[in-house]
């Protein structure tokens, strides 16, 4: 089962609530919080009026979310300032995004955390977890209309205390500028780098560029058989590992990433002449026929193999239904992928993997005699 | 005659009310934005009757917005689209702010400008052109009372439309990455560099840090006796211009910036690695008691001999106390620059110096076989 509540993107808010409300069956990302349970079919009544229940009544004086802050900054204390490549990926991810809130990291800056109160855990609460700001997903042995009856009695008796509010983020200007980060602290045992492209997500592209770019990361980077892996990994040896993804799912910027990890003795400054060329090769001559013929194979297979599993299919349809996407653009995308063209990758390869829309990470370790 | 009334950071939206208020006269920046006038000393009355004409009658209908808002993307199209220079430092600028709204050019980004209408306009002219939210400086041969009594007669007639607004900016998280962004258009004639360190204000800061800032400034690179003026343009021959500069008159964050020109054939790496090592001689080894003497005998001339011109005094008290300094402060400063150790000088370097803190725009043309 899954419920999605759309929040501002980026937000110490949305973690906060969403720790509340319940932590280890939540999560957040920057469009939305999700709340997932995989129970026995006889348990569905329950656990459908438990989460109307968590909708509208929950507890949040003090002596609750006090302690909650602290729960999310020891979180952030743990997996992000103490893991130097998770500070980089902030640090890139706020260079990348010049105007969004998408530049804020979702769990939030701990100086900003640390001033939150209940005020504002109640003032989130109300704004966003009104029934009609949720998209609910039941996958599984059931029917349309015995889920609709029981959404009725549970979700549909939790009154509203909002009208879910417009999801107009600012958005990006144009990218104009190549830019670097470079993280250099003592903690780093292995060099890395990533890089993340400023693109269209799935809802503000223009005809296929989403599809397109999701087959272009395939053929890049997503597998032993995709050009990086096969450049670096495989022939000249100087990666240990390498890839690339889409980010499409979003109200705003989608991006594309890609990262490599340096083997033996290979610097990042030649690793990333090597990514590089593999990026040029594909701008200039394009990808072919085949390899997007793969790349289809795979990205639709996918799709397909995801429905095998309850909570895959539930999480696949809210996440790309609370960021605006339709059920039928969702239930189409293996056959809107197979229209992709050659053309279209190529273009998008040609337009959106352009360096003056990219921000390259450096993980490094400091010099012996580096001071600061 | 200055009249500063605080503004919301990175404003399309003051750039526009600005401009329809009276370009010629007005001038924006990222905390106020400030009407000035010179007259003769028996206009003062009719010029104080219009200025507070101007802060309750402006005509605000679409005739007048909308050619103005056209105005504002003409003057942004010639000023910064036009010059790679410029767009570089906006991309510097949305690099080094991760979280406050510095990072917004003060002009406003193109695709946000264009969407601006006439209710934006009277929205943000009610909320901050209220007389409570403006600081009248008037400076020539006046008495106060003279000038209050006016002051009552003019801007007192003028009813409150709204209490200021808390001007409690999004604040910066700790800076943790050394950052680098790179604008090359076939524009550029002539490369540069410019970096700028995320450093407190005048207002944030601790103890003296502000004016140890501002002292170090002027002697890393403020005229022909300056460190990075005598490494790299007179000893190495490396630089044609080089120098630095502190700004600390803002509501949350300062900067320190600094910036070279290359000479020759020097590249910006070199020239990039030269100004590094100006620093780091700084940073580990201090500036001399002597240098230290002569910054202060340079910034106290400065703030006295700022006193000859009206105008340059009116703006220095009406920028100071728009940000929050107070009128003492602000005549205190050449007796609190005296007081400058030579310690707190050092230290201010060894902190805030740190690579960490800073971005390093470079300004480039493409090679010759770039395609993009």
Chains 1, 2 share one sequence.
């Not at 780098?193 to 272009?216: H, I, K, Q, T």
Request: hydrophobic letters at 40%.
């Amino acid at each position: 089962m899954f419920k999605g509540t759309p929040s501002h993107p980026g937000g110490e808010f949305s973690s906060l609530v969403a720790a509340i409300g319940g932590q280890e069956n939540a999560f957040t990302t920057a469009d939305y919080t999700a709340y997932h349970q995989t129970v026995a079919r006889e348990f569905l009544p329950l656990v459908m009026e438990l989460e109307a229940d968590r909708m509208a009544n929950l507890v949040l004086t003090d002596e609750v979310v006090l302690p909650e802050r602290d729960v999310i900054l020891e979180e952030r204390r743990s997996r992000i300032e103490n893991d130097p490549g998770s500070l980089l990926s902030e640090s890139v991810n706020a260079t990348l995004y010049q105007n969004s809130p998408y530049g804020i990291p979702i769990i939030g800056w701990a100086h900003e955390i640390e001033q939150l109160d209940r005020e504002d855990a109640v003032t989130f609460y109300d704004r966003y977890y009104t029934p009609n700001n949720a998209i609910l997903v039941v996958a599984g042995d059931v029917t349309e209309a015995e889920v609709r009856a029981l959404a009725e009695e549970t979700y549909g008796a939790v009154a509203r205390r909002a009208e879910p509010p417009a999801r107009d983020w600012a958005t990006e200007p144009p990218p104009l500028t190549e830019r670097t980060v470079t993280m250099s602290d003592p903690r780093v045992t292995q060099t890395a780098l990533n890089r993340a492209y400023l693109v269209p997500s799935y809802l503000n592209d223009v005809g296929n560029e989403g599809f397109a770019l999701d087959l272009l990361a395939d053929i890049i980077g997503n597998g032993p058989t995709s050009r990086l892996y096969r450049t670096l990994v495989v022939e000249s040896g100087q990666a240990a590992a390498a890839g690339s993804y889409y980010g499409g799912t979003a109200v705003g910027s989608g991006r594309f990433g890609l990262y490599a990890v340096p083997r033996g003795e290979t610097s990042l400054e030649d690793l990333a002449a090597a990514v590089d060329a593999v990026l040029a090769e594909v701008r200039e001559n394009g990808v072919t026929a085949e390899e997007l013929a793969r790349a289809k194979r795979r990205v639709v297979a996918g799709a397909i193999y995801s429905q095998d599993s309850q909570a895959a299919m539930a999480r696949y349809v809210g996440a790309g239904m609370t960021v605006g996407l339709g059920l039928e653009e969702l239930k189409d995308l293996p056959r809107n992928v197979q229209e992709v063209t050659l053309d279209e990758v190529n273009a998008a390869a040609r337009v959106y993997l352009d360096p003056k829309r990219s921000v390259t990470g450096y993980l490094v370790a400091p010099e012996p005699d580096e001071r600061s």
